[in-house]
């Protein structure tokens, strides 16, 4: 035979599961995406069609909904561990499992006073506006022994109104950039962090708590670090992870600048003292790097796309 298979997975992508944990009348959201990967012995099902180890896709797909009956969502995370242990547990050619999990937050509406007053304090237990801030990320690859988890978010935009400059860059016969001294920084965040939990035994960090607080000092070190350019904004947002959060060896994080170009005003006679600016969709700068724990090895894929 002239040709030979390569690197293959297969299973359900994109299973949209939404669990209502009922605790009384105050019932809880979680709404993920979670698709499966599976692979292991699958060469006879591509050279010859048979599917003696072919677990179906669609069975993926069931096992996710049952799986969320059976053990519940207490976190993506924990919710791609069970599957993944699963798959590669109960399928003798099944020998590795990628779980990827998108999550998206809800947040409780408060009740209006009037209605407060009706039926009792915080009474409204089952309604919900989806919070519009960022995608949550997780994906658990597991191989029978070691487990990888890489979290993250994707499309966290933020901003600093001052506080950042950049200037003293190479200038060469193309550059027209005027240096600048007080500008707007503002960026979409893509990130991912990868968790140094790889077996069983070890003991497993608390994944809801971790998220929060690796959003937490990452936005602190964006809006604390006085900017001299984004690529050391991004640094200081990595390496305050890793300070802070033990569980992380690994951070990478994909920036565009979001620039923002002061309108010139002088042809209406108007001075712009930094106040009014254009906000350009494209072309944008994109600032890309890792940060790792002294010691520790770079396995965040270099693009984020990817993952
Ligand atoms: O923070 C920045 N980093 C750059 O590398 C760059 N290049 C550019 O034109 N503007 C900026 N801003």
């Not at 016969?173 to 960026?187: N, P």
């Not at 937490?216 to 992870?241: N, V």
């Not at 690994?250 to 920036?255: A, G, P």
Request: aromatic residues 10%.
């Amino acid at each position: 035979m002239p040709t030979i298979l390569g690197q293959n997975q297969y299973g359900k992508a994109e299973n949209r599961v939404v669990k209502i944990t009922r605790d009384g009348a105050t019932h809880h959201i979680k709404d993920l995406n979670v698709s499966v990967a599976l692979s292991g012995d699958m060469d006879e099902v591509h050279y010859s069609g048979s599917n003696a180890n072919v677990l179906p896709t669609d069975t993926t797909k069931n096992t996710v909904y049952a799986f969320a009956k059976e053990y519940g969502i207490e976190s993506a995370e924990q919710f791609g561990i069970h599957l993944a242990r699963h798959f590669v547990t109960s399928q003798e050619p099944i020998h590795r499992a990628r779980i990827r999990i998108e999550e998206y937050a809800w947040e409780r509406i408060e009740s209006s006073d009037a209605n407060s007053k009706f039926i009792g304090a915080d009474e409204v237990k089952h309604s919900f506006v989806r919070k519009g801030q960022e995608t949550r990320l997780t994906q658990i690859t597991y191989d029978g022994e070691k487990w990888e988890v890489i979290s993250g978010l994707k499309d966290l935009v933020v901003m600093n109104s001052t506080n950042s400059e950049f200037w003293g860059y190479v200038k060469d016969k193309y550059t027209t950039l005027q240096e600048a001294y007080d500008r707007i920084l503002a960026t979409q965040v893509s990130g991912r962090w990868r968790f140094n939990w790889t077996d069983d035994e070890q003991k497993m960090p608390n994944w809801e708590k971790s998220y929060e607080q690796t959003k937490k000092h990452m936005l602190q070190a964006f809006a604390e670090t006085y900017s001299l350019s984004l690529q050391q904004t991004l640094y200081q947002m990595g390496a305050r992870i890793i300070n802070n959060r033990s569980e992380i060896d690994e951070v990478r994080f994909s920036l565009p600048n979001k620039h923002h170009f002061l309108v010139d005003l002088e042809p209406f006679g108007l001075k712009n003292d930094n106040e009014v600016y254009f906000a350009a969709d494209r072309p944008y700068g994109l600032i890309e790097a890792t940060i790792l724990r002294d010691g520790c090895e770079a396995k965040i894929p270099m693009d984020l796309t990817n993952l």
